[in-house]
């Protein structure tokens, strides 16, 4: 069963210096987007991935994205700032996704 989760979501920079933000809840998603969140949640590996393995590049991109989530469904917590830089190959998928959410929230 999907467990509803907090979400707090910024996305920042790239060439146009977007701005872009998402919060809410999951279960005020649609249940297909609510599935597929909970999914990527789980295969990111989220609630186990610790901030200090996502150490800031020493080059700044001008056309990087950064981001910062904050995920929480009431035992499990976690929040986690990276960029496309550092953002390991588990975390895009789901960083795709909230960047999507975000763009619908708009």
């Known amino acids: 069963e999907v467990q509803d989760m907090h979400i707090d979501f910024t996305c920042s920079g790239g060439y146009a ?4 933000t998402y919060h809410g809840n999951s279960e005020e998603l649609s ?4 599935e597929e969140f909970s ?5 990111s590996e989220f609630f186990n991935t610790k901030q200090t393995a996502l150490a800031s590049p020493s080059v700044n991109y001008p056309d990087m994205f950064y981001y910062q989530v904050s995920l929480s469904d009431g035992k499990r917590h976690n929040s986690l700032s ?4 550092t953002a390991p190959a588990s975390l895009r998928p789901l960083l795709s996704f909230l960047q999507q959410l975000s763009l619908h929230q708009l």
């Open 39 to 43: 999914r990527l949640v789980e295969s």
């Open 82 to 85: 990276c960029s496309d830089v």
């Open 31 to 34: 249940q297909q987007s609510s």
């Open 17 to 20: 210096n977007l701005h872009l």
